[in-house]
């Protein structure tokens, strides 16, 4: 059975930092990209990252560029955000997921994904 594990949320400081970690299990993590979401209240949900199934091609919305980093272990079946210089409005529920199609890290929209997570709150404020 697929499943994805995401971890790591929590509350932090504006300015702060945190790494969420998302663990799949019933599949080989390399067979599939996977991309992180998030969704505050009152929201859509929105992509934050993808990362291609080899982990060499990456996107990530304008709203976190140059202060989030995703990266995979596919020898550990993880995939991981690092969360730097956070904002409040970086506080939302964040998902990751899983697509079965190769070019689905590029176009990074939740409709193209095919399994997801229960997600993790991430909080910024003081």
């Known amino acids: 059975q697929l499943q994805l594990v995401e971890s790591g949320g929590g509350l932090v400081q504006p300015g702060g930092s945190l790494r969420l970690s998302c663990a799949a299990s019933g599949f080989t993590s390399n067979s599939y990209v996977i991309g992180w979401f998030r969704q505050a209240p009152g929201k859509e949900r929105e992509g934050v990252s993808c990362i291609s199934k080899s982990g060499g091609s990456t996107k990530y919305a304008d709203s976190v560029k140059g202060r989030f980093t995703i990266s995979r272990d596919n020898a550990a079946n993880t995939v991981y955000m690092q969360m730097n210089s956070m904002k409040p409005e970086d506080t939302a529920v964040y998902y990751c997921?899983?697509?079965?199609?190769?070019?689905?890290?590029?176009?990074?929209?939740?409709?193209?994904?095919?399994?997801w997570g229960k997600g993790t709150m991430v909080t910024v404020s003081s």
């Open positions: 997921a899983a697509a079965s199609s190769t070019s689905s890290w590029y176009n990074c929209d939740y409709s193209g994904m095919n399994y």
